[in-house]
C-alpha cells in the first residue's frame, strides 16, 4: 500500500544500457548475443520486469570439454535491477558442478552479500549494483573452465568432476555435442 | 544417489517462484511501514519500550531536548535512507545552505569516478539524486516524504550515497584500513560486501565517510540496555573546526536501526 511498486523505470534504462555495451563491446570469448525477438516487458503482474525473449549464447571456452558448442541461456531480471541481481539459466542439457538440473546457474556473482545458498567463501565475487551482465558472463565463462566444486549445485556433477575427470569430460562433451544438433 | 538425496540438492521450486516469494516478503513489509513515515511524538517510543527500563529511562531523558522522530522501514538502508532524507529536509528548510549541497552532491561524480567506479554502475541513481534535490527550492515537506516513499526514488537516492560512502572510503582506505583489522578484510571487500549490496546495514565506518564526503554533520543518539538515563551521542564532524558554526542533522539507534530524531 506504500510501495509504489516502481515502473521498473530504473532497470528498464539501465539494461538498455548495458545490451548496447554490449553490443558493442561484447567481451572477447563470449558470442553473447541476442537471437530473435526484441527485448520484451512483462510487466508487474508477475515479479519480472523483463526477460532477454531470445537467448544469450555462450561459444564453450577453448580446452574445455565445452569447446566448440553453443549453450543457450537466459537471463531474468527483478523489477529492482540492479540492486537484485537476475537470475540465469541454460536452457539446453548443462552438466556441471555448479549448475542445478534444471539449468539455474549458481554462482557467487548472482547472489547478494548475506544470500549464502551455497556456502560460497567470503572473499567471492557477490551481486551488487556495481556488477552488469557482461561481468556475469564473464564469470559464467570463467566458471566453466575451473568449476567450483566447495559450492556445488549439481552434487553428481561435483563428485564425477572431482574422482572421475574422464568421465565427467564425456558427460559435458555429449551435451556439447547435443547443442551443436550432432 | 538415492532419490531422496538427490532431491536435497535440487531447487524445490523454480527460480520465478523464488523471485515471487521474495517479492511478496517485501511488499509484505512495505505495507506495514513505508519507507520513510510521517513524523510522529517522541512518546511513540516511549510506548515501544514501556517494559524495557534501561531504554524507557533513556527516552524519558531524551523528551528533554527532542520532541518528534520520523521512522524508517528497517530493510538495512535505514542509515542512508534516514541521513538522506534528513539531509534533504535541512536543505529545504535553510535555503543558504542549499547551493553548497547541491554543488556538494555534483561533486560526488568525480569522488565516483577517482573510487574507480564505473559510469554505467552509477549514473542512473546519481541522476535520480540530483533531481529529486534540485527540486528542493520548489518542493514542499509533503512531496517530499512522498518522493522518498516511492521506492524507485528512494531506493536510488540511497544506492548513490551507498556508492558515494564506498569511493569515499576506497580512497582514503590508508585511513581506514586500520579498523577492519579484526574483520581481517580490506576496504575493497568491506566496501563490495557491506556498503555497494543493497540493504547491507550500516555502522561506524560508513557513517563516518558520509558525513566527510558530502560535508554534513551527523549526530547519532544511541539507545541501549546500559543503566542509568544516560544517552550517548556519538558525533560525526567533517571537521572539528566548523562544529558549533552549524547543526548537525540527529539520528536515532537502537540496536539494529537508525530513525530521524528531530530537536525540540
Not at chain 1, 567471492?124 to 564473464?138: F, G, H, M, N, Y
Not at chain 2, 580512497?171 to 576496504?187: G, M, Q, R, T
Request: hydrophobic letters at 35%; aromatic letters at 10%.
Amino acid at each position: 500500500m506504500y510501495d509504489s511498486k516502481g515502473s521498473g523505470s530504473t532497470a528498464l534504462k539501465r539494461l538498455m544500457t548495458e545490451y548496447r555495451e554490449l553490443t558493442l563491446n561484447a567481451p572477447e570469448g563470449i558470442m553473447a548475443g541476442r537471437i530473435g525477438d526484441e527485448w520484451t516487458m512483462t510487466l508487474p503482474l508477475s515479479c519480472w520486469l523483463i526477460s532477454l525473449s531470445g537467448p544469450i549464447v555462450f561459444s564453450g571456452p577453448e580446452g574445455t570439454p565445452f569447446e566448440g558448442g553453443i549453450f543457450p541461456a537466459t537471463l531474468k531480471f527483478p523489477r529492482d535491477y540492479p540492486l537484485s541481481p537476475p537470475v540465469m539459466k541454460f536452457t539446453c542439457d548443462f552438466f556441471h558442478p555448479n549448475v542445478y538440473q534444471d539449468g539455474t546457474v549458481c554462482i557467487s556473482i548472482l547472489h547478494a552479500p548475506g544470500d549464502d545458498p551455497n556456502m560460497y567463501e567470503s572473499s567471492s565475487e557477490r551481486w551488487s549494483p556495481v556488477q552488469s551482465v557482461e561481468k556475469i558472463l564473464l564469470s559464467v565463462v570463467s566458471m566453466l573452465a575451473e568449476p567450483n566444486d566447495e559450492s556445488g549445485a549439481n552434487i553428481d556433477a561435483c563428485k564425477i568432476w572431482r574422482s572421475q575427470r574422464e568421465r565427467y569430460n564425456d558427460i559435458v562433451r555429449a551435451n556439447t555435442r547435443k547443442t551443436l544438433g550432432l | 544417489m538415492t532419490s531422496q538425496e538427490q532431491n536435497e540438492w535440487q531447487p524445490e521450486l523454480t527460480d520465478e517462484q523464488i523471485l515471487a516469494f521474495e517479492q511478496k516478503i517485501k511488499d509484505e513489509e512495505a505495507e506495514k511501514i513505508p519507507l520513510v513515515c510521517q513524523k510522529e511524538s517522541i512518546e511513540s517510543l516511549e510506548k515501544e519500550f514501556q517494559d524495557n527500563k534501561p531504554f524507557l529511562e533513556k527516552v524519558q531523558k531524551l523528551k528533554e531536548t527532542n520532541d518528534e522522530l520520523r521512522k524508517c522501514r528497517g530493510d538495512g538502508n535505514c542509515f542512508f535512507r534516514a541521513f538522506a532524507f534528513a539531509w534533504f529536509e535541512s536543505l529545504m528548510r535553510n535555503p543558504q545552505i542549499f547551493e553548497a549541497g547541491l554543488e556538494k552532491l555534483k561533486s560526488t561524480t568525480e569522488l565516483l569516478l577517482s573510487g574507480g567506479f564505473q559510469e554505467l554502475a552509477f549514473e542512473d541513481f546519481y541522476d535520480v539524486t540530483l533531481n529529486q534535490l534540485e527540486q528542493i527550492p520548489d518542493s514542499d515537506p509533503d512531496l517530499l516524504l512522498v518522493n522518498f516513499q516511492t521506492e524507485e526514488i528512494s531506493n536510488s537516492i540511497v544506492m548513490h550515497l551507498r556508492f558515494v560512502t564506498s569511493a569515499y572510503l576506497k580512497i582514503h582506505s590508508a585511513e581506514y584500513e586500520p579498523f577492519l583489522i579484526v574483520e581481517s578484510i580490506s576496504i575493497d571487500q568491506f566496501c563490495a560486501q557491506e556498503v555497494e549490496a543493497f540493504g547491507r546495514e550500516s555502522d561506524h565506518l560508513q557513517i563516518t565517510a558520509l558525513t566527510k564526503a558530502l560535508d554534513v554533520p551527523v549526530e547519532v543518539l544511541y539507545l541501549d540496555g546500559s543503566s542509568g538515563d544516560h544517552v550517548a551521542v556519538h558525533e560525526f564532524w567533517p571537521d572539528e573546526a566548523s562544529k558549533g558554526s552549524r547543526k548537525a542533522l540527529q539520528l536515532i539507534y537502537r540496536p539494529g536501526h537508525y530513525d530521524i530524531l528531530y530537536r525540540k
